[in-house]
């Protein structure tokens, strides 16, 4: 049985409220529910048991410094299409500063592939999914609009309080994410 991991932070449930907050006013968009909201450090993807037993031992050993953070901004992820056309498939808050975040998922993606996984291919931004964008859906006006409403979206300042390993099930009605492990962030 293969399992689709990732490994995130989950923020603070006034965080999560006051995302929940701003969703809405885009037609179509799949808003993600308090459950999905979460910054992934590290995309794993699926791997067997073995490596996941071995990303948790991996993940066990790594030391993270404080995480406190804040709320800043909204955006999009855009698709470019074969007419070089950009679609938005992800609506997201941003999280900054991102220079004590990038540290830490370097540190994780280090400690991944020295266990065999492959190096994170993707540049890191660090974010939380808000909304995401079905292909046949063309509502641009209202992503922009959307954009535009919440482009001084911010909160104070907030600390993680837990680095989770997290397992993605795919369902019919979106991903649902378990935690499969968690260690404490000491500072």
Do not use: C
């Amino acid at each position: 049985m293969m399992h689709r991991l990732f490994i995130g932070l989950r923020p603070p449930r006034e965080i999560r409220a006051a995302l929940m907050s701003i969703m809405g006013g885009i037609a179509g968009a799949r808003w993600q529910s308090d459950d999905q909201l979460h910054l992934t450090l590290r995309y794993i993807g699926e791997v067997d048991r073995q490596m996941a037993e071995e990303v948790a031992l991996a993940m066990a050993r790594i030391g993270t410094p404080p995480l406190t953070v804040a709320l800043r901004g909204v955006g999009r992820f855009e698709k470019r299409g074969l007419d070089g056309r950009g679609r938005t498939d992800a609506i997201w808050a941003g999280v900054a500063p991102g220079d004590t975040l990038q540290r830490v998922h370097n540190k994780i993606d280090h400690a991944l592939v020295a266990i065999g996984l492959p190096a994170e291919g993707r540049a890191y931004l660090p974010h939380i999914t808000l909304a995401r964008l079905p292909r046949s859906l063309s509502v641009e006006q209202e992503i922009d609009a959307f954009i535009a409403a919440h482009a001084a979206f911010s909160s104070a300042p907030f600390a993680f309080t837990h680095i989770t390993l997290f397992e993605s099930q795919l369902t019919r009605d979106g991903a649902r994410y378990d935690v499969v492990d968690r260690w404490p962030i000491i500072g």
